[in-house]
């Protein structure tokens, strides 16, 4: 069956203006969550959502950045008035929920650049 | 807090040989292991899990982990390395409380398996 996509896979923006970036998961997973890698740095968690349940936003770095997700489906990463920092590339994860698996499949990422 | 500490960040070994890739964690409650690859200009992969059982686990491609409850580690072995190994190897945890996950990865330890 179809894996985790992102949208779009590449993104170059200018400073100041806002970006969103799409995740769609696996049919099924109830758990989503969206990373960040830096180059040359590790995952560095920003947001999970686990079902109908209010997300875990405790990774997001600023206000700037913000998530959401339609059921259990589609989830949009949105970042304001993106500053340079914030290039990287984006990940977005899915699995099948708590007490069930705890595998996460993840997307090719998008990269993002801010110039 | 939760934390996860992979000490290396850069392994080099010659083909053939053995290798581990060390993992260190710190949880105030039970988690679950994970240890994910991303080879180049791919996306994370599962390469192997502990959930619960025999602390010996098995991987795709020759891989196997032992979850060491009393040294809180989860080191990454293989017995004898291929080129196809080179990539860059991601030591996760997660713990659940409250209905939450909470999910850790490491800064990832690149392999570089020389021929």
């Known amino acids: 069956g179809a894996g985790v996509s992102q949208s779009p896979s590449n993104k170059v923006t200018e400073k100041g203006k806002d970006v969103e970036l799409r995740c769609d998961p696996i049919?099924?997973?109830?758990?989503l969550y969206w990373y960040r890698q830096r180059l040359g740095q590790g995952l560095e968690f920003l947001i999970y959502?686990?079902?109908?349940?209010?997300?875990?936003k405790s990774g997001l770095p600023s206000d700037r950045f913000s998530a959401e997700r339609t059921g259990e489906s589609v989830s949009t990463l949105t970042i304001q008035r993106t500053q340079q920092e914030d290039s990287a590339v984006y990940l977005c994860a899915s699995s099948l929920g708590q007490g069930l698996s705890y595998e996460q499949y993840f997307g090719p990422g998008t990269r993002l650049t801010v110039t | 807090a939760q934390s996860v500490t992979q000490l290396d960040s850069q392994v080099p070994v010659f083909e053939e040989a053995p290798v581990e890739l060390r993992c260190n964690y710190s949880?105030?409650?039970?988690?679950?292991l994970f240890w994910y690859v991303q080879y180049p200009n791919q996306g994370l992969q599962l390469l192997l899990k502990y959930l619960s059982g025999s602390t010996l686990v098995k991987g795709i491609n020759g891989f196997e982990a032992e979850f060491n409850k009393s040294q809180t580690s989860f080191h990454l072995r293989k017995p004898s390395v291929h080129i196809s190994d080179t990539a860059e190897y991601f030591c996760a945890v997660i713990s659940v409380s409250g209905g939450y996950q909470k999910v850790t990865f490491g800064i990832g330890t690149k392999l570089q398996v020389i021929p």
């Open positions: 959502f686990q079902g109908n349940s209010a997300p875990d």
């Open positions: 049919s099924g997973h109830t758990a």
């Open positions: 949880s105030s409650v039970s988690v679950y």
